[in-house]
Every structure is written in C-alpha cells, then in structure tokens.
C-alpha cells in the first residue's frame, strides 16, 4: 500500500466501513496515524489509539478505564438477546470482582505443571496431523493444521467427548465474528444462534461433570463447577458463558498464530532460511524443539498479531496521549498498531526472529493479559517447530484467504504443497 492511499484510507478512517486492501494490509494506515493523529476521534465519537505508550497506559489504569461492555453491547446486540448475554458475561469483559474471580479459577487448571503435562498429548496431535498432509502431499496450512490443534486443546481442558466436538470451530468463529465492528443481519443471527446452541451442549455438559467430577488441576470445567473454595462458585450463566469464552479465546487466536506464522515465512525468505537451520540443528543435538523457539514464537505474535484490537469505556475524566478526554468515552486499542511502534521496537516493519525484549501486547496488558498465554506459545512452539522440521520445502500453491476482520487477523485459507 503507498503512502498516499495510507493517508486517503486514514482520513476517512471508520472500522463499520472499511475497504478491503486495509484487510489485506493495515499497518501502512496504522503507521500514518501513529505518526500523525495517535489519539485519533472516529466518526462514532469514539477514540483510536497507535501508540505502544498510550495504550499500555490505559491498560495499566483499570480503574479509569473499564472492560465492561454492558453499554456498547447492549443497543449493538439488543437486551436479551443470546450474545448480549455471552459477551457481557464472560471474563475478558468484564471488571472485578466477576473478573478476578474467574481469571483465578481459570488460572488454577493453567499452571505451568498443567501445561507441561498437555505437552505429550500435543506433540501426538500435531504428528498425526502432519501424516495426515504427508499421506496427501500437503493440505490447507489453516483448515488441516491450525484450526486442528486449539480445538482439540480446548476440548480437552473442558473434557468434551472427542465425538461431540465437531460443531466446536463453527460455534467459535460465529460468536466472535459478532465482534466486528460492523455486524451485519447474517452474522447477528448466526452469532446469536451459536451461542444458544453452544449454552444448550453446555448445559448437558455440566449436568455429567456435576455427577462425575473430573480432576479439577487439569479439568478446567470442574474447577469452574466447584469453585477454588467456599463462596467462589460461579452462577449458572457466569459458568455457561465463560465456558463458551475459554473456547473462542483459545480457538481463533491460536490458530491466527500458527497460520499467521507459516504464511509469514513464505513471504520472508530470509527468516525462513535462518529459522530452518535452527530446528535443524535442535534436531541433531536431540534439544527439544518446543522449548527453544520462543523468540520466534513472540516475533510471530508481534508482527501480525491474532487479535489486532481492544476497547475500554472510560469511567471518568481523563486525558490520554495528551488529549482531555470526558467520562464515558470509548476508545478503541489498537494492538496491531502498538506492535508496530518504532518508539518501541527497533525496526519494527522487519520479522527479526532473534528479536530480545520482545514486550508486544499481542497477549494484552495488565489484569487483562491473556490467562492461556502459556498456553499459546507451546500450542505455537510445537505447532511450527514440528511443522518445519517434517516440511522445510513446503509452498503455498496458491494466494491465501484472509478472514477479512478487522479485530481478528488471519487466514480463512492458505494451500500449500510439500515440495
């Protein structure tokens, strides 16, 4: 994109009515307005912020600004409806205390001996994966690979049946395409739809794990059920609806991730190069591969970040980036923009996969910081590491399909061969 379109899409910027090279490549635009209106008022009245120092100020003041969602949400769903209910319900929209105490039941089945011992499991999934693509000789990097692994995490820490997961990818790409700045008709009906569907599985779910607890140190639906102790148990609808949100945090993110990264090395030859060598020699010195990629893992996630933007809703007066700003305001944190900074990253247009002091905020800051972020980057390390080692020479054989979202960055999309 030049910079003269960089500059057109930004003048008239509206997240309800974007064109569809900003889906193709928003950092020029991004960068246009980091330099030149970082506190940017939108046409809604609301406010978009590019800097990495303004938006981790916000999400540093949480007292200032709110994560509650009840007064954007509720003439965009509509009271009663099934996704004004799930997306005012659940933990990452939300303020304490209903946010603190489900981030510390979720927390609880997410230690780092927990995850360490999803590590086996997940190795097995993405090598069946792999044969699976080898017996074909290649496959679609997001519908037989990406969008595989989280669903079947997810479903383990939830205990769904393996039989039963089928509708799982479908409900999760529904109810978080209502997010969208701009919902359309089909999507609304569709997002409420999967939501009722989803509550509807749940509750079957929750009757049996009530009868048939599972152990709760690994069980992230048992440990929801029960609670941490006396007085922290969750309502009906808390437990139901931030069970839908472990799904759809842990789903597209992850496979934005991975997608996201073996697209990436196609288009940067150089890195692609440098990174092979490394699992290469991993390989022959018998270090596990999971443990040495994350530098790259977090490059990966900082340079074409799964969820590009945020909101907080200001509780009173303030001033940010500084621009007085009246109680009540929306803002809008664009974390795409963010980890693209220059004032904070060197070179930050470059996939540098030896890049230190990676401080991106793909994973959000603060209270808010995502709960699975352990989680993610083994799913990424394993994923990718094992993905290049079994097919260094794979190519795309043809263009991929982005999803075309604003919030959400990824492939719908991306065929590739092992050549």
């Known amino acids: 994109m030049s910079t003269a379109r960089a500059r057109e899409i930004a003048a008239s910027l509206d997240l309800r009515a974007l064109p569809a090279d900003f889906y193709a490549n928003p950092y020029p635009v991004y960068a246009w307005l980091r330099e030149h209106e970082p506190v940017r008022c939108m046409p809604d009245g609301s406010y978009f912020l590019t800097r990495y120092a303004d938006i981790v100020a916000v999400y540093r003041d949480a007292l200032t600004f709110s994560s509650d969602k009840k007064v954007e949400f509720t003439?965009?769903?509509?009271?009663?409806?099934?996704?004004?209910?799930h997306h005012t319900t659940s933990l990452v929209f939300n303020d304490p205390p209903l946010h603190t105490r489900v981030r510390k039941l979720i927390m609880g089945a997410l230690t780092r001996r927990a995850i360490a011992d999803m590590e086996p499991g997940l190795i097995t999934l993405v090598d069946g994966l792999l044969d699976a693509m080898e017996t074909k000789g290649g496959g679609d990097l997001i519908e037989d690979f990406a969008s595989a692994i989280p669903v079947e995490i997810i479903g383990n820490l939830l205990g769904v049946p393996h039989t039963e997961r089928g509708p799982l990818r479908d409900w999760s790409l529904a109810i978080l395409g209502a997010l969208e700045p701009k919902l359309t008709p089909e999507q609304e009906a569709l997002g409420n739809r999967s939501v009722t569907e989803f509550t509807t599985y749940l509750k079957t779910l929750v009757t049996e794990r009530r009868q048939h607890p599972g152990d709760p140190e690994h069980d992230v639906l048992t440990r929801l059920i029960q609670g941490e102790d006396a007085g922290q148990g969750l309502s009906e609808t808390e437990l139901l609806q931030n069970c839908v949100f472990i799904l759809n945090a842990g789903h597209e993110t992850t496979t934005n991730l991975i997608g996201n990264a073996l697209v990436a090395l196609q288009e940067w030859p150089d890195a692609k190069a440098e990174l092979l060598s490394k699992v290469e020699l991993l390989g022959q010195n018998g270090h596990g591969l999971e443990a040495d990629l994350t530098f790259e893992i977090d490059e990966f996630l900082r340079f074409e970040s799964s969820n590009q933007l945020s909101n907080r809703r200001a509780v009173k007066a303030c001033t940010v980036g500084g621009l007085d700003l009246p109680e009540g305001t929306l803002l809008t944190l664009c974390i795409g923009a963010a980890n693209r900074d220059p004032a904070q990253f060197n070179q930050p247009e470059q996939l540098?996969?030896?890049?230190?002091?990676?401080?991106?905020?793909?994973?959000g800051f603060g209270i808010h910081q995502c709960a699975g972020l352990s989680l993610a980057r083994l799913e990424g390390r394993i994923a990718v590491g094992?993905?290049?080692q079994r097919f260094p020479n794979y190519v795309l054989s043809a263009a991929p399909t982005r999803g075309g979202r604003a919030r959400f960055r990824g492939f719908l999309k991306a065929p590739f061969l092992i050549a």
């Open 386 to 388: 094992r993905f290049l």
């Open 352 to 363: 540098d996969l030896a890049r230190e002091n990676n401080r991106h905020l793909a994973f």
């Open 75 to 85: 003439p965009k769903y509509g009271a009663g409806s099934p996704l004004l209910a």
